[in-house]
């Protein structure tokens, strides 16, 4: 077979890639080493995190806050087999979507491990040991990342795990020692919590997701602290070892040589990932990668052989599934002559714990290392009337705008629903509006919302209604 553009990996990426290349009218192929579509965020990433911080979040409520909302049941108890299975449904339901979406769409898919044999022609080693060649006149390496587990950590796949085998434990821990504090480490670290693991976090750094605002680290270590999360900042690991029914992590002050010793049921690794390029036969056609061994790109994500594209977590930049999507349309519109554009800066990040974490644009740090002038307004949600009636008081909306110009330059979210409320920031910030716009816009009320029309009035001359 023959293809104008073949994707090799199907996560959001590489199946809107292909999505948006056949929509282009290119005769497109997947091709996917595993049975399933929609790689680690469908399969062991994003969608099954969300079922099951869903899940936790329901058993925290019913059992801490349904009294207070004058509802009275018996002690609920954790099924965690029947919460796995119901993200499994979540899961099979979402992949099957994306099945249903190649047949639309006229894509041959292709499962099996594709490989580089020439610029050209790509092979296909499937599960049952045979080979199959296809040739494309363009490529999309899409292929994704896998988690960073170093050899020191002895990485088990059993009492020493990540976030794959985290989603899949079915006997529920009665403690975990989380390595990392970040997305990951937290968004798992805080579904165990709820369901009432004891739960430890060792983070290198001097705070919790320290690649966001430091108001942001601040108000959500503070929530989860109070839901009882421990945390163990500027501490590094130094040792990890497991056995058939427990794990021992050592561990120490960044600035001591005083080791710590703590045992666990399980020890979660969540220091990252790195980018998955493994066998794929890049040097049979001369691809270059970096020194993190992410695939070298050029502005219109062009690898340095031409008709070959890369996108997504195995290039740099932010390992997000909607930073991949773009940049699959991206590619495919570029390679159909089009003059795509991707805004960088304004892909926002989001944490999904709860309250959950989101934010776009530039911290205040990023701001005051840039000498920009700027102005800041913040809003807590314990002053909102909507999340007062919901309990889901933790948090608050901070917008740093220009001093002169007004114009948005970031905005960082703690509270509900904060992933669902970014959106507005993005647009604004798409269309470079200011602080004042966002203070003119109604907003429906009551609503979560209204925190952020609030900040803006607060930026705009320090001016809030409800505070």
Same mark, same amino acid.
């Given at each position: 077979m023959k293809y104008d553009v073949t994707v090799i990996g199907s996560g959001p990426g590489g199946y809107v890639a292909a999505i948006r290349a056949a929509q282009l #009218?290119?005769? &497109?192929?997947?091709?996917?080493?595993?049975? &399933?579509? $929609? $790689? !680690?965020? /469908?399969?062991? $990433?994003?969608? @099954?995190?969300?079922? /099951? /911080?869903?899940?936790?979040?329901?058993? *925290?409520?019913?059992? !801490? !806050?349904?009294? =207070? *909302? #004058?509802? %009275? %049941?018996? =002690? @609920?108890?954790?099924?965690? @087999?029947?919460? %796995?299975?119901?993200? +499994? +449904?979540v899961v099979s339901k979402t992949c099957e979507g994306v099945s249903f979406l190649m047949k639309k769409n006229k894509i041959d898919v292709y499962h099996g491990h594709g490989s580089f044999v020439s610029k050209n022609k790509i092979s296909i080693a499937k599960e049952d040991g045979s080979k199959e060649e296809i040739e494309t006149e363009r490529t999309i390496i899409a292929t994704g990342s896998k988690p960073i587990a170093p050899a020191s950590f002895n990485y088990d796949k059993k009492r020493v795990i990540t976030s !794959?085998?985290?989603?899949? %434990?079915?006997?529920l821990p009665k403690r975990m020692i989380i390595i990392g504090g970040g997305v990951i480490g937290l968004e798992l670290g805080s579904v165990f919590n709820r369901l009432g693991t004891e739960v430890e976090v060792i983070e290198y750094a001097d705070r919790i997701i320290a690649g966001m605002d430091k108001d942001c680290s601040k108000e959500l270590m503070r929530a989860l602290k109070k839901e009882g999360m421990k945390f163990h900042l500027k501490h590094m690991v130094t040792e990890v070892k497991g056995t058939s029914r427990s794990v021992t992590v050592k561990y120490k002050k960044r600035d001591t040589e005083d080791e710590i010793e703590t045992k666990a049921d399980y020890c979660l690794i969540a220091i990252g990932r790195h980018a998955y390029t493994d066998n794929l036969g890049l040097e049979n056609v001369g691809i270059e990668k970096d020194e993190r061994g992410r695939i070298v790109v050029d502005e219109h994500l062009q690898t340095n052989v031409p008709g070959i594209f890369a996108i997504g977590d195995v290039i740099k930049g932010a390992m997000l599934a909607h930073k991949a999507e773009e940049e699959g349309v991206f590619v495919a519109e570029y390679m159909a002559g089009q003059k795509p554009h991707i805004h960088y800066h304004l892909i926002p990040g989001v944490v999904y714990t709860w309250p959950e974490v989101a934010a776009v644009g530039y911290t205040e740090e990023e701001i005051k290392e840039k000498g920009i002038p700027y102005k800041v307004g913040k809003f807590p949600f314990k002053a909102l009337g909507r999340a007062r009636a919901s309990m889901d008081t933790a948090g608050m909306v901070k917008i740093i705008a220009h001093k002169e110009t007004d114009e948005v330059l970031g905005v960082h979210m703690v509270g509900p629903r904060t992933a669902d409320m970014i959106a507005e920031a993005v647009a604004v910030m798409e269309f470079r509006g200011s602080a004042e716009d966002i203070a003119r816009m109604s907003h429906a009320h009551p609503t979560f919302a209204e925190a952020t029309k609030e900040a803006a009035l607060a930026a705009t001359g320090n001016r809030p209604i409800h505070i």
């Amino acid at each position: 077979m023959k293809y104008d553009v073949t994707v090799i990996g199907s996560g959001p990426g590489g199946y809107v890639a292909a999505i948006r290349a056949a929509q282009l #009218g290119f005769k &497109t192929a997947i091709i996917e080493r595993y049975n &399933t579509l $929609g $790689g !680690t965020c /469908l399969n062991v $990433g994003c969608i @099954p995190s969300k079922a /099951l /911080l869903d899940s936790s979040e329901h058993f *925290h409520n019913a059992h !801490t !806050t349904f009294k =207070e *909302h #004058g509802i %009275i %049941i018996n =002690e @609920p108890k954790v099924d965690l @087999p029947q919460m %796995i299975a119901r993200k +499994d +449904d979540v899961v099979s339901k979402t992949c099957e979507g994306v099945s249903f979406l190649m047949k639309k769409n006229k894509i041959d898919v292709y499962h099996g491990h594709g490989s580089f044999v020439s610029k050209n022609k790509i092979s296909i080693a499937k599960e049952d040991g045979s080979k199959e060649e296809i040739e494309t006149e363009r490529t999309i390496i899409a292929t994704g990342s896998k988690p960073i587990a170093p050899a020191s950590f002895n990485y088990d796949k059993k009492r020493v795990i990540t976030s !794959t085998e985290a989603l899949n %434990i079915k006997k529920l821990p009665k403690r975990m020692i989380i390595i990392g504090g970040g997305v990951i480490g937290l968004e798992l670290g805080s579904v165990f919590n709820r369901l009432g693991t004891e739960v430890e976090v060792i983070e290198y750094a001097d705070r919790i997701i320290a690649g966001m605002d430091k108001d942001c680290s601040k108000e959500l270590m503070r929530a989860l602290k109070k839901e009882g999360m421990k945390f163990h900042l500027k501490h590094m690991v130094t040792e990890v070892k497991g056995t058939s029914r427990s794990v021992t992590v050592k561990y120490k002050k960044r600035d001591t040589e005083d080791e710590i010793e703590t045992k666990a049921d399980y020890c979660l690794i969540a220091i990252g990932r790195h980018a998955y390029t493994d066998n794929l036969g890049l040097e049979n056609v001369g691809i270059e990668k970096d020194e993190r061994g992410r695939i070298v790109v050029d502005e219109h994500l062009q690898t340095n052989v031409p008709g070959i594209f890369a996108i997504g977590d195995v290039i740099k930049g932010a390992m997000l599934a909607h930073k991949a999507e773009e940049e699959g349309v991206f590619v495919a519109e570029y390679m159909a002559g089009q003059k795509p554009h991707i805004h960088y800066h304004l892909i926002p990040g989001v944490v999904y714990t709860w309250p959950e974490v989101a934010a776009v644009g530039y911290t205040e740090e990023e701001i005051k290392e840039k000498g920009i002038p700027y102005k800041v307004g913040k809003f807590p949600f314990k002053a909102l009337g909507r999340a007062r009636a919901s309990m889901d008081t933790a948090g608050m909306v901070k917008i740093i705008a220009h001093k002169e110009t007004d114009e948005v330059l970031g905005v960082h979210m703690v509270g509900p629903r904060t992933a669902d409320m970014i959106a507005e920031a993005v647009a604004v910030m798409e269309f470079r509006g200011s602080a004042e716009d966002i203070a003119r816009m109604s907003h429906a009320h009551p609503t979560f919302a209204e925190a952020t029309k609030e900040a803006a009035l607060a930026a705009t001359g320090n001016r809030p209604i409800h505070i």
